[in-house]
Structures are given as C-alpha cells and as structure tokens.
C-alpha cells in the first residue's frame, strides 16, 4: 500500500499532467510567474515601510531598497553577458561567408561564358571553325577521333537501340515531284545571312540602380511577413530578371512560395515565378517579367559557338536560358519530343526553329521529312523541299497511311541491320561495304532426288540509310478522329524507331489528358511547354505545374530525359519571311522526290466504295463483326467497342447506310439491319 502521503503524491502528480495536457498549463511559466509576483510584493513591502517609517529612517530604507536593486541588476547583467560570451564563440553559419551579389546581364553579350546551372545539354561550348555550307563530305570511319569531320550520321555507331471534322481549307496544289531521284552532289547548305541579324543598338536600356531597387523591394516585402533575406545575384535575361535570394538560417523556402501572390503585388507585375531553390544553389529565384523585351533571332544561335562546336547526331537549336547559354540538344538523344501551348504562345515559332535548324545542317541525302499538318496552313510552306517523302499530310485519313508507311520502314530498317550485323542506324552507315559471305544451311524437308528451289532474289542493302523526323503539329485533330488507331502507332515508334534512326516531333495547343495520353507520355519523355490556361494543363505535360506562369511569345520550360529540373528559356524567333527566303534557297537546288509506294496510295481519291483504302477496309470489317456479334448498329456501340472517335465511328455507319447494309436513322433507336449480314461480301 502506498500510504495516505504516496497516495496524495501520485493523485498531485496525475492532477499536474491533466492540467498541462488539457489546459496547456506550462510549470516554468506558472516559476516565472510566481517569481516575478514574489519580488513586486517585495517592492511593495519595502514602498509600505518606507511610507510608514519616521523621517529619519526613510533614507536608510531607500538605502537598502536601493541595495537590494543593485545586486538584482548585476545578476541580471552577468547573466546576459555570459550569454552573449556563448553565442560569441560559437563557429557562424556556413550561408554567411557568401560571394558579393553581382549583376549580370546576357543581353549584351550575345555568347556569355556559363554560369552555374547554364550548360546547354549535349553541347560543346568551345568554338570551332563554322561549318562550310558546301555538302559535307563522306563521315570518317574513326569515330573517336575528334579532330576531324565527323559525319552526324555516323557518330551514332556508338548508341544501341532502347527497346465528325470541321471544314478546312483546300491546301495549296504541292510542287510537281522529279520523275526519277536526282543526285545531290551538288547540294549546298543555305547561308545564316538567309536569317535576320539582330540590331544592338535597338536593345532597351537599364540601370544597375534599378535592378537592386527592385530586388531591395522583394526583400522589404518578404520582411513584412517575418522572412529574413538578403540579397544574391541579379541575372537579366531577354524575357525575365531572376533575383536571387539567400533566405536566413531557420527559414523554410514553401513560406516563400507561398507568397507569389504578395510579391507579385510588391513588383506591380502580372505574374511572376518563384524557383525555390535554385538547381545547385542555395538560393531561392523570383523571377520578373521584363517590361521591355528582347527577340532571342535564329540566326544568333547558329552564329554561336555552341552550336559550331555541337557534335550532336541531329542538333536542334531551341533558344537561350536565362543565363544566356544558347541550348542545343540532340533530337537522337531525346529521342523524341512532345510541345504544347496555346494560341499565341510560340509553340507554331518553335516548330519552324525546329526544321530550319535540320535544314541548316543536312541535306536530303541524310534527311526525310514527313509533316502532318492537320490545320492544312501552318507547314504547307515546306511543300517544295526536295526533303519531303510525301507532300505535306492535310487529310486525317490520310495521316494513319503515313503512320503506316513510318512502321514499315521501321521494321524494314530492322532487317537491313540484322542482315549487316549491327544494332543501330549510324554503325550501319558506317559499316564496311565488303559483303560477308555467310554459308546458309538448307533445312527445308524435300523428297529424294527432288531439286531444290531457286534461290530467292535478295533485297541489297543500301549504302546508307537517312534519318527521318516525323513532325505532328495538331495532335487533338487526329485524336479527334481515330485516337486508338493513332495512339498505338505513335506508341509502336516511339517505342522502337529509335535504334532505326527515325524521331517524332508531336505539338498540340490542346494539352487534355485525352490528348496527351499516359502511353504518349510514357514513350515521349522530353517535353517543351509554352503558356497554358491552368496548373492541371501544366501537369499534363510536365508532370508538375509553372507553365501557367509563364509570359507567351516564346517563353518556355524544357524538360530533358532524366533531368531533375526544368530549364526556363527564351525559344528562338525566326519570321515567316525568312523560313520563304530558306525554302526559296532550298527548293531552287532540285525538286521535291516522293517515295512512289507511300505517294500512290496518298494520292488516291479518299471517296467512293471501290477506292477505300486497305485501312479503311480493315475498319468496315471489324466493324461488321461488331454488328453481327451484337445483332445491332449504331455510331456509340462502334465507339465503346472499337476505341473510334465519332467522326470515324459515324464514318462506318454512313458507309453502311450507303451500301444498304443498314436502314436510315430513327430519333434514338439503333440502326434496322436490312440484310443477312452473315451473306454481307464487302
């Protein structure tokens, strides 16, 4: 048993923790408290003496009472400076020793050296000799040996393969083709003085002063909300001005996020984007929109040393950071690319920066084009380049011809490879032509004395094989019409086409989870995002939200294959008078030369029942086997069970209707079957 003074003791100690669960009761405070009560009654007992006592005694009093004081005071002092000795002699933070702030600005020279964060992807930065804009000459088969031309083509031999439609205009009438293939020895590459230079002496004007106003502005604001800065660097880009901050120790970056909003207010502009940290810093970035803007030119670019000295297989200039670093990457690294961006946002810019930087450094010898252009305006420009293995592709229709043809030069690429034992497009290139005599086993069963069968004729390989870049610029038009068909081939060479040397470019200004599906996004992993609407567009393509802060006019994030981070840049600007002038240049070399097998059936009027392509009538026969199956037809059962769009869904039922298959529509109800459709020959 406890007792009656363990008991009280355990019951006062349970009393105690109710009290500081419950009511938050804080014993040191409750010390404190009664500490600092005890010595005001002790000042109120020496004021009542000091009152009441005789004349005589009240200076002894005070004496005392002063005494008292005084000792109090010491302590107090001895106190506060031991304290201070201890914070003196501790070792100061590490985020203190930091650089003086400097301010940058990558207007003024057009190729800076790069800062920390700035290195353009698959570039090198040192300048070399500019390439001629004669035709290069046959790769050297030294792959490593840097000091000499190395063929784009063959510097791949490195790599291994990784595993209803609204009215349009009528496109302009493409070039007549050349009959036969011409030669393009002669070839020459078009001239940067093509290309608009940009004017110096046109840039905006600023002063340092002003820059450091701003930023003092950005550190007062977030002072009011208790969140200790002090000033980094200042970067002025053609677009934004990042300012950048080291936030106090002790301080989270996500309260800093969470004021864009006030920040934005404090620096009067319409938006503004916080990167918290900084990839590789310890800072945290707010960027500002600058008032007055400048055009990053292609010709800029092409004029850099980046681009010079870029040993990248299929190089693609895209634009500059804001750190001024010209970005150049490889179109066979990534390998394929996904852009999107509403109206007005670039994304139409940067497709013709896109073409013009493949057109700056091969020739149709090492380059096929094949453009989809669904809104029949926007690449019928390109219709006359000699590159092209089909005319631009306006007609949706038409498009899954064009996807078809890809696949099967895919596969036949495939083969070529494995008859020359290599795995990828540049050892193929850069093979040795003498042939290998392999002696093949004759395993076929035959009877005794019979002779065997002819030797089949062999396909010969080629010498060399072009890349091929397949550029989509609507994707919501095709999805409209026949999204399964149109996913699944764009998966299949998304997937394989790589080692074969062939590249996708989709773009769409309709960034929708139905758009951009998870198997497109899977197989597509490098993504350009220009403005969208929302932060769920943004997720969409970038799997995390910024682009709905961004500015338009070619403002962009860029998301490279196994980076961390995004990379904001300018996209480069090239008008539509100087894609003619290119193209002009181009198109007076040699006539365009269609691949005849592709460029029949393209060419074949898409009406009438005796002139459906093979693709359509693979549809009408699965769509018949639906309808026989169900013992019914209309256009939302061939929806749900064949994954059509409505279009190409009402397609089929018309087609139907037109051959007498299937009776009229009547309100809601399905379709009256007419015939036995098991006697249906179509």
């Not at 969140?227 to 080291?246: A, K, Q």
């Amino acid at each position: 048993m406890l007792g009656t003074v363990g008991a009280v003791l355990v019951f006062g100690l349970s009393y105690l923790v109710v009290l500081v669960l419950l009511f938050e009761f804080r014993p040191a405070e409750l010390a404190r408290a009664f500490g600092e009560a005890g010595r005001a009654i002790v000042d109120q007992y020496w004021d009542y003496r000091i009152r009441k006592a005789a004349p005589d005694q009240r200076i002894e009093l005070e004496q005392k009472k002063l005494e008292i004081e005084q000792k109090r005071l010491h302590r107090r002092l001895a106190k506060e400076k031991a304290e201070a000795a201890k914070k003196s002699s501790e070792p100061a933070p590490a985020s203190t020793h930091r650089p003086s702030p400097k301010i940058v600005d990558t207007t003024i020279n057009p190729f800076p050296s790069a800062l920390p964060g700035a290195t353009s992807p698959k570039a090198k930065t040192a300048p070399t000799k500019p390439e001629s804009q004669e035709k290069p000459e046959k790769p050297a088969t030294k792959i490593k040996d840097l000091g000499k031309p190395v063929s784009p083509l063959a510097s791949l031999a490195t790599e291994t393969p990784a595993s209803a439609t609204p009215s349009k205009p009528n496109p302009p009438k493409p070039p007549t083709p050349a009959a036969v293939r011409p030669s393009y020895n002669a070839y020459k590459l078009p001239s940067v003085d093509l290309l608009q230079k940009s004017e110096k002496e046109a840039r905006p004007t600023y002063t340092e002063d002003e820059l450091k106003t701003n930023q003092q502005r950005i550190v007062e604001a977030l002072a009011h909300f208790d969140i200790e800065v002090s000033p980094g660097d200042i970067t002025r880009g053609s677009t934004i001005t990042r300012y950048e901050l080291y936030p106090a120790p002790g301080v989270r970056v996500e309260r800093i996020v969470n004021l864009e909003r006030d920040l934005a207010r404090t620096m009067k502009a319409e938006r503004i984007n916080i990167l918290a940290p900084v990839p590789g810093r310890d800072t945290v970035a707010i960027e500002v929109a600058n008032s007055a803007k400048i055009k990053v030119l292609l010709r800029d670019l092409l004029d850099s040393g980046e681009w010079a000295g870029s040993r990248a297989h299929l190089p693609v200039s895209l634009g500059k950071d804001v750190y001024g670093a010209t970005l150049v990457d490889d179109l066979a690294d990534l390998p394929h690319l996904l852009i999107a961006g509403t109206t007005g946002s670039g994304k139409s810019v940067c497709i013709n920066t896109l073409l013009l930087s493949l057109l700056y450094r091969f020739g149709p010898d090492d380059l096929r084009l094949i453009l989809i252009d669904p809104k029949v305006v926007e690449l019928q420009v390109y219709n006359r380049l000699p590159h092209l293995v089909v005319p631009v592709v306006t007609e949706p229709k038409k498009v899954l011809l064009a996807l078809k043809w890809v696949i099967n030069e895919m596969e036949k690429r495939y083969r070529y490879m494995a008859k020359a034992g290599v795995r990828n497009i540049g050892t193929f290139n850069s093979r040795s032509r003498v042939p290998k005599n392999i002696e093949e086993l004759d395993l076929a069963p035959r009877l005794e004395g019979e002779e065997p069968p002819p030797p089949a004729a062999e396909e010969p390989l080629p010498d060399r094989l072009p890349f091929i870049v397949v550029i989509i610029d609507e994707l919501a038009n095709l999805m409209q019409v026949a999204p399964a068909e149109v996913e699944n081939a764009i998966a299949l060479l998304s997937a394989k086409a790589r080692a074969a040397g062939i590249h996708l470019v989709i773009a769409t200004q309709t960034p929708r989870a139905a758009v951009i599906t998870g198997v497109i996004k899977t197989n597509v992993p490098a993504r350009i995002a220009f403005q969208v609407p929302s932060g769920v567009d943004s997720r969409v393509i970038l799997d995390e939200s910024g682009a709905e802060n961004l500015l338009g006019k070619g403002d962009l994030l860029y998301l490279r294959p196994g980076a961390s981070k995004l990379i904001r840049a300018q996209g480069a600007f090239v008008s539509e008078e100087e894609v003619s002038r290119v193209i002009d240049f181009i198109a007076a070399q040699a006539k365009p030369y269609y691949e005849q097998e592709i460029h029949a059936k393209m060419t074949k009027p898409s009406s009438g029942d005796s002139e459906l392509s093979e693709k359509d009538e693979e549809l009408m026969a699965r769509s018949l086997e639906v309808i026989k199956t169900e013992k019914r037809a209309s256009t939302s059962l061939l929806q749900r069970r064949l994954g059509l769009g409505y279009g190409r869904a009402a397609w089929v039922i018309d087609q139907f209707e037109s051959r007498g298959i299937i009776g009229p529509k009547d309100g809601a109800k399905d379709r009256e079957i007419l015939v036995d459709l098991d006697a249906v020959q179509l």
